[in-house]
């Protein structure tokens, strides 16, 4: 079946530091793929999704490019604040025409933490 | 407004009892789901149903069971809750592909 897998977290960042946070994944077709962020006590946002090969999706200064080639969605910032604090999840849905309704299957989940 | 809320945020209950979670979406989506987020963040599908029909049944014991009365609401009753139910339930919805999901701000439910 599908299947996400993130960098082991958790990450430990100074503000102005540059993140990257690596996810690759398993799946048939061509799914659809997202990062999502949970900020302490809060449900999950959308941060950013890119639905076909050499996409880009962008949010918020966040950056991920869906790469076929390398099953991967890596996500990207380049300068992270205190308020980036969260946790990241990769994640991925079956494309269109598939039959599992958007069902979302995620990654374990990046804990970030930047400090000043 | 809010997209989709959940009612309640916390539910403390013992084992053996019965509750229920509900979920209202107001932004016309057709699809909602419930997941579950276990004590390591790890969030997997349970349900989900569409224009009130039950499309994804994950394996999830037969003491859950969801029910949709209309389109923009999903509830989850719980019967003979266990230690191990204790986690954060989120429902979410969305429309149509690529499905972007639009989460609830989950329930926090502890069995003692």
């Known amino acids: 079946g599908d299947s996400v897998t993130q960098m082991e977290g958790p990450v430990t960042l100074s503000e102005e530091a540059f993140l990257t946070i690596n996810c690759t994944y398993t799946?048939?077709?061509?799914?659809?793929l997202f990062w999502y962020v949970q900020y302490p006590g809060e449900g999950l946002q959308l941060l950013l999704k890119a639905t076909k090969a050499d996409d880009k999706g962008s949010n918020k200064g966040f950056e991920a490019t869906y790469r076929k080639e390398t099953t991967s969605f890596h996500l990207e910032k380049g300068s992270v604040q205190v308020s980036d604090s969260a946790v990241y999840f990769c994640a991925l849905t079956e494309g269109a025409g598939g039959t599992s309704y958007g069902k979302l299957t995620f990654g374990q989940g990046t804990i970030l933490t930047v400090h000043p | 407004d809010t997209a989709v809320s959940q009612t309640p945020k916390y539910l403390v209950t013992q084992m053996g009892n019965d509750k229920s979670i509900k979920c209202e979406q107001n932004?016309?989506?057709?699809?909602m789901y419930w997941y579950k987020q276990d004590s390591k963040k790890f969030l997997k599908i349970m349900f989900s149903y569409n224009n009130k029909e039950l499309i994804i049944n994950e394996t999830v014991p037969n003491r859950f069971s969801p029910k949709s009365p209309d389109k923009a609401h999903l509830n989850l009753h719980i019967n003979s809750l266990e230690l191990g139910d204790s986690a954060v339930y989120f429902c979410?919805?969305?429309?149509?592909?690529?499905?972007?999901?639009?989460f609830g701000p989950g329930t926090r439910l502890t069995v003692t």
């Open positions: 932004l016309g989506h057709d699809t």
């Open positions: 979410a919805s969305s429309a149509l592909p690529p499905y972007e999901q639009y």
């Open positions: 799946a048939t077709g061509y799914p659809s």
